[in-house]
């Protein structure tokens, strides 16, 4: 199979190795030299363009950092749709918004071109192991091409449903983590303040009602959740800026169809201070130092 392969990034660049590691013809674009150097020292064939990479390939797979860029590489000055033979697949798997994603599967549709979005979940580690989750949004044919290919690069493809659904869950999906990390660093720094000691908070949580991913995998207590982020000074993460973007598409998309995001847009503004605090690229469970002295 000829698969062309834009956005060599963090997610994209691994994604791309472990489809060369399976023994693909895989055909890479970037705008980073960086990342097309890591790209074809992997084994990956480098293209000049979009266009370029695209002209040789039955699928395009695409891994970039939000819905403009997603917009641009298939419909800007050098689109893949335009070259794409009919029959050929497209899978976005950048979180972008739903409705991106259903306006070019419309475009893709009429050029007789399969696509679909993809997601993932599991980040840089899952990313290189070849263990992330896909939340795919398709009708069941495109699925069923797209499966075997995703399974190169994750371990779990789930069907969401129509093109779109995958974003959907996706969005959603952040939306609660975003909250749950909040309310989690809430309570652990008010246990504190309160003086008892956080082993023991976490231990009570841990075995109660109040048990999430982010108090029991991710605590944002240091020394806590011992393989977790806030144990390594929050490197190494789930970027804040990265949590901030998915709830803006989750409050955007929440705006679109009236529904209530009352948690989501408050927790935004949290995510929002960290990013403006030059914590960006901190994991998103350092957002409890919203809770500690230090920023009173
Ligand atoms: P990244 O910034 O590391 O990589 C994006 C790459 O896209 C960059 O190398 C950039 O040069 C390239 N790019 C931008 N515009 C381009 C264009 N027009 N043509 C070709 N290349 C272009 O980002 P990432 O961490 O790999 O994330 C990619 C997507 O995956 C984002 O939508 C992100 O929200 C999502 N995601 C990331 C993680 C994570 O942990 N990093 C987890 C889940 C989902």
Wanted: proline residues 4%; negative net charge; contains cysteine.
């Amino acid at each position: 199979m000829k698969i062309a392969f834009i956005g060599l990034g963090n997610m994209g660049g691994a994604m791309a190795h472990n489809l060369l590691k399976a023994g693909q013809e895989v055909y890479g674009f970037d705008l980073s030299e960086k990342a097309l150097q890591a790209f074809q020292a992997a084994g990956g064939l480098v293209a000049e363009s979009p266009q370029a990479a695209a002209q040789h390939a039955d699928v395009v797979i695409t891994m970039l950092p939000a819905a403009k860029h997603v917009r641009e590489v298939y419909l800007g000055e050098n689109g893949v749709l335009e070259v794409l033979k009919a029959g050929s697949l497209c899978i976005d798997s950048s979180t972008i918004d739903p409705k991106t994603i259903q306006d070019l599967a419309h475009v893709a549709q009429d050029k007789g071109i399969q696509m679909c979005d993809a997601p993932v979940s599991g980040g840089t580690i899952g990313a290189q192991a070849g263990t992330l989750t896909f939340m795919v949004g398709a009708d069941q044919t495109t699925f069923d091409r797209a499966q075997p290919i995703l399974a190169y690069m994750g371990k779990n493809t789930v069907h969401c449903g129509q093109v779109g659904a995958g974003q959907i869950a996706k969005i959603c999906n952040n939306l609660i983590l975003g909250i749950s990390m909040a309310a989690v660093a809430e309570g652990m720094a008010l246990g504190a303040k309160l003086g008892i000691d956080a082993q023991a908070l976490a231990g009570v949580v841990n075995t109660s009602s109040g048990r999430c991913w982010s108090s029991e995998i991710c605590n944002p207590w240091p020394g806590i959740s011992p393989n977790a982020p806030a144990s390594r000074d929050y490197h190494d993460g789930f970027a804040n800026q990265l949590m901030l973007k998915d709830l803006g598409l989750a409050v955007e998309a929440a705006g679109q169809v009236q529904q209530p995001v009352l948690l989501g847009g408050l927790v935004q503004q949290l995510y929002q201070q960290m990013c403006l605090q030059g914590k960006n690229q901190l994991d998103f469970s350092s957002v409890i130092q919203q809770y500690l002295p230090q920023n009173n």
